[in-house]
């Protein structure tokens, strides 16, 4: 069933994992469950508007019980792709699954790469490890103001951090080295190169700005957005998630600092979409902010507020709407290390008038989201398995 008048919602819930998928343990993760531990940390969460759309069927969630009577439709996604990247999870439920996972450099960054990095800066860049976004500032950040040399780093996950001081290299100027960074990096199979601006000084401390710039591989085929730019439908999104597909397919973008900041353009964007149109959102706090800095009480805070805020939005939904919320990943802030964690995800729809539970199962891809949007849509699904009969 196709509405060619309709909006969709897609909101990527960043990081909210349900708990260990089979191969867990390949990725150390075996005792992961995100959204069960951040619950039991909190003494239970409240989160009535997820519960009645069926979240508590999902899993063990303490404060979040089965709804005796849920209105929404509800399961849980088997990620196909290799690895837990926030790009490969993102790619996935557009319709991309890679086979082999991003490369990750713990160790640093091989010295060729380095080598190329600095004819392009014109410099040789300081660090090359891997280290938390603070701690390499205190490291590295008076020597920077000293020198002018780029500060080089890395995580877990398959990143290129550059950070500069914006007193050293404007924004602009960081981005740039981004972008020509980005080209050296696809050889090497980095996700992301990704530009962190930050201020301060010795005496006082370093601090990261909110100018954080994602340059990510293009995906290798073409995705959900792509299918529909072909198809004039448009599609805007909200956060990083335009970063996550090189902005390729996406007419518009809503950039957000925070959660609280991504509620608020999601209203807006909605309110001033075109109709048909799909607009995707990314709400980055649960993982960013809270999943990989180990804050599990804050990860609990973080859900209740974005559940007393989903009111409004299903308030302003229209008959032909669609509403889908899911994960790309775990991050659970009670294991061992501050990665990405591989889970199963919650997927969870909804629209205007829904009365009945509509039980969507086990997923076996991510795909299906992408899939059910492309059916929405009325464009071709080249991969997945629709659901969107269980929400109509």
Not at 19 to 47: E, F, I, K, R
Request: include cysteine; glycine fraction near 12%; proline fraction near 7%.
């Amino acid at each position: 069933m196709t509405h060619p008048h309709g909006k969709a919602v897609w909101i990527v819930l960043d990081g909210v994992g349900l708990g260990a998928l089979p191969d867990a343990a390949v990725y150390g993760d075996s005792d992961a469950a995100t959204l069960p531990h951040v619950a039991n940390a909190c003494g239970g969460l409240a989160l009535p508007n997820l519960q009645r759309l069926g979240l508590g069927h999902l899993a063990t969630i303490a404060g979040v019980s089965p709804h005796p009577a849920p209105c929404g439709a509800f399961g849980r996604m088997c990620e196909q792709a290799a690895g837990k990247d926030s790009i490969s999870g993102h790619w996935e439920m557009a319709g991309v699954t890679l086979g082999e996972p991003f490369a990750t450099y713990p160790q640093g960054f091989p010295a060729a790469l380095m080598m190329s990095f600095a004819a392009v800066a014109g410099c040789r860049p300081l660090g090359n490890v891997a280290a938390s976004g603070t701690a390499i500032l205190d490291l590295y950040g008076a020597e920077h103001l000293c020198t002018g040399r780029p500060i080089v780093y890395t995580s877990v996950d398959s990143v290129l951090q550059i950070a500069a001081h914006e007193a050293v290299l404007p924004s602009a100027a960081l981005y740039e080295l981004c972008r020509q960074v980005r080209i050296l990096a696809d050889s090497y199979r980095i996700g992301r190169v990704i530009a962190r601006p930050f201020t301060g000084d010795p005496a006082t401390g370093f601090s990261r700005t909110p100018g954080r710039k994602d340059f990510p591989m293009p995906p290798p085929r073409a995705t959900l957005f792509d299918r529909l730019e072909q198809a004039q439908i448009p599609v805007w999104a909200v956060g990083k998630l335009a970063d996550l597909f090189a902005g390729r397919g996406i007419g518009r973008q809503l950039p957000t600092r925070d959660n609280r900041e991504g509620m608020v353009r999601i209203l807006e964007g909605y309110g001033e979409l075109p109709r048909p149109g799909l607009l995707a959102a990314n709400l980055i706090d649960f993982d960013m902010i809270y999943g990989h800095r180990q804050d599990a009480i804050g990860f609990g805070h973080a859900l209740e507020a974005f559940d007393a805020w989903l009111p409004q939005l299903q308030a302003v939904l229209a008959r032909d709407d669609l509403l889908l919320m899911a994960a790309d990943h775990g991050c659970d802030p009670l294991t061992t290390g501050t990665d990405h964690t591989r889970e199963y995800v919650p997927v969870l729809g909804w629209r205007p008038g829904m009365q009945a539970a509509r039980r969507l199962g086990e997923r076996s891809s991510f795909a299906d989201l992408g899939a059910t949007l492309a059916d929405f849509f009325g464009v071709p699904v080249t991969t997945g398995l629709s659901f969107l009969k269980e929400v109509y």
